[in-house]
């Protein structure tokens, strides 16, 4: 390339003219050039007199020949004719699969008993393959898990007003309460009969102790470590565990409880000893799905979160992702200091960027015995 590398913004004199602010059309451009699955906006081509959609599978024209509109009916107003090949004023291909995936959505919440994916592909028009990719593509988890996720969303409103958990079981759809009790546990992240706000009735252990990183706090249901904080001063770190469990009945540790602290302290002193310790996180699906790829991070990597939220299936939904992260309670064990942003920079951290930073240098320092071949 023989342009200078200072280019300055280009206005061409007979495209700027016609074209309302040309912001933005150098990105509209690369989306042209990189057949971008984008209906925000048609592009039309004056030597051939045609408009078409960025994703038109055409070879590309001439950048000096194109012009960028908002709509179709824009493109046609100035002379240009829809191309046959991408159909610019038909639905998108997006759009057609969204509109599917969206009444199968609505058919998995009206029933009871969830459809199975055979009729929602039929439904859909599509066989079972290519729904199940479309479906998952766009919701970001398989139309099972989804209908999973919305029975115990419904089971998790249901308690929220009801004393009798059998009575949410039934409401909600489950057959039986064993089955509930599986996939309950996973996707709540707690017995269903916990649910309730604040933890009533719940007895949570709590230590406080001094760690490499400042005042610890570690907390624990009856079923796993549901609090690692790390804080300046402990009194804030035990005032912030007592407004989350605030119905909850907070007792000091006892000898078990001490032995969990430990393994979590010797990790932090040696992060290649691992501390495999019973977890009990609670939050939403996604948050839980986040929460567990976290873990699935290697000791002494990092991915950024546009990476991390490839590996979920979800490129598009990286600040979800990025959010979900930040609302991680169990520090270390759920290890989300090991997610950097794209540029290598730390990002943010919910008990501060020197405390992350600290946690990754340990962690590279650690040189952890990995199969080189793996
Ligand atoms: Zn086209």
Not at 3 to 30: F, K, L
Not at 218 to 246: H, I, K, M, N
Not at 310 to 338: D, M, S
Request: hydrophobic residues 40%; proline residues 6%.
């Amino acid at each position: 390339m023989f342009q200078p590398m200072n280019n300055p913004v280009r206005s061409s004199p007979s495209s700027a003219a016609t074209v309302a602010p040309s912001q933005g059309d150098e990105a509209r451009w690369r989306a042209v050039c990189e057949r971008a699955q984008n209906d925000s906006f048609v592009f039309a081509v004056r030597s051939t007199g045609i408009y078409c959609r960025p994703s038109c599978p055409a070879r590309r024209p001439l950048r000096d020949n194109v012009r960028f509109f908002d709509d179709c009916g824009a493109a046609r107003a100035a002379g240009f004719r829809a191309c046959k090949r991408c159909d610019p004023d038909g639905d998108s291909l997006q759009a057609r699969h969204r509109a599917l995936v969206l009444r199968a959505c609505e058919a998995l919440a009206a029933s009871e008993v969830s459809p199975s994916l055979d009729e929602l592909a039929q439904q859909a028009g599509l066989s079972r393959y290519h729904f199940h990719r479309v479906f998952k593509q766009a919701v970001g988890m398989t139309p099972h898990a989804y209908g999973r996720a919305l029975r115990a969303q419904r089971v998790a409103q249901v308690l929220g007003e009801t004393a009798s958990v059998t009575d949410a079981l039934y409401a909600a759809g489950f057959n039986a309460p064993s089955r509930f009790y599986e996939g309950a546990a996973g996707l709540l992240g707690m017995a269903p009969a916990l649910a309730r706000r604040g933890a009533p009735g719940e007895t949570i252990r709590h230590a406080m102790v001094d760690s490499p990183l400042g005042p610890m706090l570690v907390a624990a249901t009856a079923r796993g470590v549901c609090a690692v904080e790390f804080g300046d001063s402990a009194e804030a770190l035990l005032q912030g565990l007592g407004q989350r469990y605030r119905a909850a009945n907070l007792v000091e540790g006892d000898a078990q409880f001490a032995a969990w602290v430990q393994q979590i302290l010797q990790h932090l002193s040696e992060p290649a000893q691992a501390a495999a310790l019973p977890l009990d996180v609670r939050g939403t699906a996604f948050q839980q799905q986040v929460w567990r790829a976290l873990q699935q991070i290697p000791l002494g990597t990092t991915l950024s979160y546009t990476e991390l939220a490839e590996r979920l299936g979800k490129p598009q939904a990286v600040r979800a992702v990025a959010r979900a992260c930040a609302t991680n309670e169990v520090a270390v064990l759920v290890p989300c200091h090991r997610v950097l942003r794209q540029d290598g920079q730390l990002a943010g951290y919910r008990w501060g960027l020197s405390r992350k930073a600290e946690l990754l240098r340990r962690e590279a320092a650690a040189n952890p015995q990995q199969d080189e071949d793996e």
